[in-house]
């Protein structure tokens, strides 16, 4: 479990595939103590650390993850967003993340609005029933609210801490992301259907 607010900016260091398995090593935050088997958000997706070397942390993909998140375009020097997972004495500062990303977005467009910037992302419609207004949303593993919503798109407002310390910054019109609706939304919605 996490929150979606990001600790630390990092990077792909390798990527390698070996028996449908994609084996990522990820650059160790200075600072950072890391075990193996602890779990890790990387850009939004809980990622079990395998083996850990003296400057980097390496986490394995089986093929589910692969078609379902952004991971197939991970190569060297791509910046990464970071969470540890949660603790139970740790402050809830975003909502309740768990790390299984639904679906991947597409950025359809960015506007500057004086220093934040608004962002607008397509996702497939079946998903639009779990994002609100004003709810929240996480995309890359950062947990936003939600400004707007559309058929198949919502829109979310970056401030300048956002832009500065995560991956959202650097986003292009264009590029995907990994996008996980809200847990309680998936429950309400699941009741309801029944």
């Known amino acids: 479990m996490f929150t979606g607010i990001i600790k630390k900016l990092s990077v792909i260091e390798k990527v390698s595939q070996k028996n449908g398995s994609l084996f990522v090593s990820v650059k160790i935050p200075a600072g950072w103590k890391i075990q193996k088997g602890e779990s890790i958000a990387i850009d939004g997706i809980c990622s079990t650390v395998k083996d850990i070397f003296k400057n980097n942390f390496v986490v394995e993909y089986m093929p589910e993850t692969i078609k379902k998140t952004t991971v197939g375009n ?10 540890k997972s949660l603790k139970l004495n ?3 500062d975003g909502h309740l993340v768990q790390g299984h990303v639904d679906t991947t977005g597409k950025i359809m467009e960015i506007k500057k609005v004086q220093e934040s910037k608004v962002i607008k992302i397509k996702i497939p419609a079946k998903f639009m029933r779990l994002v609100a207004d004003k709810g929240s949303v996480t995309v890359n593993g950062t947990s936003l609210t939600v400004v707007s919503t559309g058929k198949d798109w919502f829109s979310v407002s970056l401030v300048g801490y956002t832009l500065d310390n995560t991956n959202l910054g650097m986003l292009k019109v264009g590029d995907r992301t990994n996008v996980e609706t809200d847990v309680l939304a998936k429950y309400i919605d699941k009741l309801l259907r029944k």
């Open 74 to 83: 991970f190569t060297e020097e791509v910046p990464v967003n970071l969470e």
């Open 90 to 92: 740790d402050m809830l």
